[in-house]
């Protein structure tokens, strides 16, 4: 038969008897719970019962720390409002100018596919012929298109600039100071800073920019631009 150990937790082999009572029988006192904190423990401390959560660090500074730590906050989230709407202000424009780029090359690409009926009206006009009905439709045509923003540019006496002219003729003569278009061949046109089709002139430069040889030879002052090309060579 086996020995029961001895010196365990429960004696030396006797009962282990706990008096849980709350009121001491010899004297009547309230006795305090065997879980009340331990003498010198302070309420409220980890580890012991009916320990409050550390506070927040915040209530552990002054009244112009916690103002300093605020107005930081504040300043912080103000800057990023301020990027924020300054990124979607540069959004906004830069859709914008995008979105009226692309109209304008929509609505350039169908006007020069008129300016060939734009150019049919206009010979009809010189030639007397926009009478009737069709003279209320051509006038309403070139209403439509000027609401659009294309614009007719080409006129005789014009300076010449090879920006919005195509020189198709060239000669020389007294009556003009600098290159001049002394005749409007086919007209131009533009739309907006946009040239959709330059100006087709005759050009006229004063008889003093005839070359040498041309005059020494006294070959006649009206020339192609080829011409003038071979000459000056």
């Given at each position: 038969m086996t020995d029961r150990p001895t010196g365990s937790e429960f004696g030396d082999g006797e009962p282990v008897v706990r008096d849980k009572r709350r009121i001491d029988p010899d004297t009547g006192a309230a006795r305090e719970p065997s879980g009340a904190p331990a003498a010198g423990a302070a309420p409220g401390m980890p580890g012991?019962?009916?320990?409050?959560?550390?506070?927040?660090?915040?209530?552990?500074i002054g009244p112009s720390a916690q103002e300093a730590?605020?107005?930081?906050?504040?300043a912080e989230r103000t800057a990023d409002l301020q990027r924020l709407q300054a990124?979607?202000?540069?959004?906004?424009?830069?859709?914008?100018?995008?979105?009226?780029?692309?109209?304008?090359?929509?609505?350039g690409s169908v006007l020069t596919?008129?300016?060939?009926?734009?150019?049919?009206?206009g010979r009809a006009r010189e030639a007397g012929e926009l009478e009737g009905a069709f003279k209320a439709v051509a006038e309403s045509l070139e209403r439509v298109t000027e609401k659009l923003g294309l614009v007719k540019f080409g006129e005789k006496g014009d300076t010449f600039d090879p920006r919005i002219h195509e020189a198709l003729l060239h000669n020389y003569s007294d009556e003009v100071?600098?290159?001049?278009?002394?005749?409007?061949?086919?007209?131009?046109y533009r739309?907006?800073?946009r040239v959709l089709r330059a100006a087709r002139v005759a050009v006229s430069e004063p008889t003093e920019q005839l070359p040498a040889d041309a005059a020494?030879?006294?070959?006649?002052?009206?020339?192609?631009?080829?011409?003038a090309d071979r000459s000056a060579e």
């Amino acid at each position: 038969m086996t020995d029961r150990p001895t010196g365990s937790e429960f004696g030396d082999g006797e009962p282990v008897v706990r008096d849980k009572r709350r009121i001491d029988p010899d004297t009547g006192a309230a006795r305090e719970p065997s879980g009340a904190p331990a003498a010198g423990a302070a309420p409220g401390m980890p580890g012991t019962p009916g320990a409050q959560p550390p506070r927040d660090p915040s209530d552990l500074i002054g009244p112009s720390a916690q103002e300093a730590l605020l107005t930081e906050a504040l300043a912080e989230r103000t800057a990023d409002l301020q990027r924020l709407q300054a990124e979607y202000v540069n959004y906004k424009r830069r859709v914008d100018r995008d979105r009226e780029a692309s109209r304008e090359l929509v609505i350039g690409s169908v006007l020069t596919e008129l300016l060939g009926i734009l150019d049919d009206v206009g010979r009809a006009r010189e030639a007397g012929e926009l009478e009737g009905a069709f003279k209320a439709v051509a006038e309403s045509l070139e209403r439509v298109t000027e609401k659009l923003g294309l614009v007719k540019f080409g006129e005789k006496g014009d300076t010449f600039d090879p920006r919005i002219h195509e020189a198709l003729l060239h000669n020389y003569s007294d009556e003009v100071d600098g290159p001049t278009a002394t005749m409007v061949m086919q007209p131009g046109y533009r739309l907006g800073e946009r040239v959709l089709r330059a100006a087709r002139v005759a050009v006229s430069e004063p008889t003093e920019q005839l070359p040498a040889d041309a005059a020494k030879a006294d070959v006649p002052v009206e020339s192609t631009d080829e011409d003038a090309d071979r000459s000056a060579e």
